[in-house]
């Protein structure tokens, strides 16, 4: 029942949508990551079929100044932005303002504001791609070809195992093959090559350690054919079994429910890939400063694809040489909590991909709140994780920090962010610190 308000919310928008857009230019702008590029090239495609005019903006986050110089003349349509900036909008007093977002809204709406998010009917768990290829399937039907992006979107926000009605029905529209196995991917690519390089699970003296896979393969009893070895879906469920069994026992905190899942196949570039690598791909694109790659990829340009393997070649790397980083630096820790500075030696844009592996991994207790800092510009860069997803909000934590502070926090219950000046660095640490003290002292 939830879901139909949902769809009956996005279809009454969508209308509205068509009707301004039928003498203004649209300007598009979404969040760089995987969902917030599969939305915009979703929206894209749909309004080429439109034949209407529009321009692209894609964002590493939504600050007040991007808010300011809105133009007041066209459609403006954020993607996978916004619910956290309502009150600069407000300011603005801008018509044909519309947000398709799934992050939390603890501002009041706008009027005017055109608003689609499952926090306000609902509370499905659904990615913004989700959200905009069921808006653009309101449009029009023959948009079901999108849904395939959707899916993308869906798994690089982790949503892919919160398979409630919609994300099934979009699942089916885009004719996605699955396949029960081992949740590490490219599963289409050579075994020892995926495990070297499988940081979502980090597997110690594996990871990044192409004689420590070698290894393990022979301890599997898995040997090379013809120089190569098998891909994941060519495995038997015997040969399957033996892996995880195997990979268990390297990581033995590492619960069998968080490796083994649904490998998502999907027809992309005319041949059936890893839904899985496909949104890596597009990811470490986006973060490598290459947003106009990762939507030419969206695009299945042929020209550009194997550029894109190649920046994500280069971003695996930096991610083996982040989590090094990450070992040898000093933390802050207390019960409960985890802070880890890096300061300049990751990129700002890496760090939420570093804190999201960590939490993944077996090193802290679960409900342990991640919180990792990386420097860009004159600014400090915050993303912070719960490992195994449970604990507090960390949202609401940010969010009561930063209030002291001053500064915008984005985000979810489990996997939120927020940005603040250099200066405000000591007093961020201690703050975030104190918060949890005072809790421990309360129980």
Do not use: W
Not at 151 to 160: F, H, Q, R, T
């Amino acid at each position: 029942m939830e879901s139909k308000k949902l769809e009956l919310e996005i279809e009454f928008i969508a209308k509205k949508f068509v009707e301004a857009i039928s003498e203004k230019e649209v300007l598009i702008i979404s969040h760089f990551d995987t969902d917030g590029i599969t939305s915009a090239t979703i929206l894209i495609k749909t309004l080429k079929k439109m034949d209407k005019r529009f321009s692209v903006k894609i964002l590493k986050r939504l600050e007040e100044e991007n808010i300011l110089n809105l133009p007041s003349d066209k459609v403006v349509i954020f993607l996978d932005l916004a619910s956290a900036s309502l009150n600069h909008l407000a300011k603005r007093n801008l018509k044909d303002v519309f947000i398709i977002d799934h992050h939390e809204i603890f501002q009041e709406i706008p009027e005017g504001i055109n608003i689609i998010n499952p926090h306000l009917n609902g509370k499905e768990e659904l990615s913004a791609s989700s959200l905009v290829y069921l808006f653009c399937k309101a449009i029009s039907e023959e948009n079901k070809e999108f849904a395939k992006l959707a899916v993308l979107g869906m798994i690089g926000d982790l949503m892919e195992k919160s398979l409630d009605k919609l994300n099934n029905l979009i699942i089916n529209d885009g004719e996605v093959k699955r396949k029960r196995g081992l949740l590490i991917y490219p599963s289409t690519r050579p075994l020892n090559r995926i495990l070297e390089y499988s940081s979502d699970p980090y597997i110690p003296g594996i990871t990044g350690n192409p004689q420590g896979v070698i290894e393990l393969l022979r301890e599997t009893g898995l040997s090379p054919s013809n120089g190569k070895y098998k891909s994941l879906i060519e495995l038997d469920d015997d040969e399957m079994s033996r892996l995880v069994t195997t990979i268990m026992l390297k990581n033995p905190t590492v619960k069998n429910r968080e490796i083994i899942g649904d490998i998502f196949l999907i027809k992309f570039f005319n041949k059936l890939e890893d839904a899985r690598e496909l949104s890596a791909i597009i990811n470490a694109c986006s973060r490598l400063g290459e947003t106009e790659t990762a939507l030419q990829f969206c695009m299945e340009s042929s020209k550009i694809k194997k550029r894109a393997e190649l920046i994500q070649t280069k971003y695996k790397q930096l991610i083996i040489s982040g989590l090094k980083s990450v070992s040898e630096l000093e933390k802050v820790e207390g019960n409960g909590f985890v802070i880890i500075n890096a300061r300049e030696k990751i990129k700002d844009t890496m760090i939420g991909t570093i804190a999201s592996i960590i939490s993944n991994s077996a090193i802290y207790q679960e409900g342990t709140m991640i919180t990792t800092m990386a420097y860009y510009e004159d600014k400090i860069k915050v993303s912070a994780r719960s490992v195994g997803r449970t604990g507090k909000n960390i949202r609401e934590v940010l969010t009561s920090v930063m209030s002291e502070i001053g500064g915008e926090v984005g985000g979810h219950h489990f996997a939120a962010g927020c940005s603040l000046n250099q200066e405000k660095e000591k007093d961020f640490i201690d703050r975030l610190k104190k918060s949890f003290e005072i809790e421990l002292v309360k129980i």
